[in-house]
């Protein structure tokens, strides 16, 4: 029972919500995160320590960089993404938040993935 209160708990909050389905759709760094969801480092690190703390994530090394993206088997949260995802007309800030690839030449020149492209 404990899992399934801090699933909602996590999903209670706008900018941990955001984050979720952002990283349910493709796999992000941190720097990512804070431009898209216009939001600082440490909020966006304090999130993802939640987040690894309930095994929602995972995490890739890239050099001396960390991506994350959601972790499957969580049956629980992976329906209510689902039915996010598959809703997403219903929800314009989600939606803004997936287009934002299309600034992204703008954010690569502010972001670590800049330096793992180059190398």
Request: charged letters at 30%; hydrophobic letters at 40%.
């Amino acid at each position: 029972m404990e899992q399934l209160v801090n699933i909602y708990k996590i999903l209670s909050d706008e900018t941990r919500l955001r984050m979720i389905i952002l990283l349910a759709q493709k796999e992000l760094c941190v720097c990512e995160l804070c431009d898209i969801l216009a939001v600082s480092q440490p909020t966006v690190s304090k999130n993802l320590s939640k987040f690894r703390d309930l095994n929602l994530v995972t995490t890739k090394r890239k050099e001396k960089f960390i991506c994350y993206q959601l972790k499957t088997g969580n049956v629980v949260l992976e329906r209510i993404v689902k039915d996010i995802l598959d809703n997403l007309a219903d929800y314009p800030q989600l939606i803004s938040d997936k287009n934002w690839h299309v600034d992204s030449k703008r954010i690569l020149d502010q972001c670590c993935m800049k330096h793992m492209i180059q190398n």
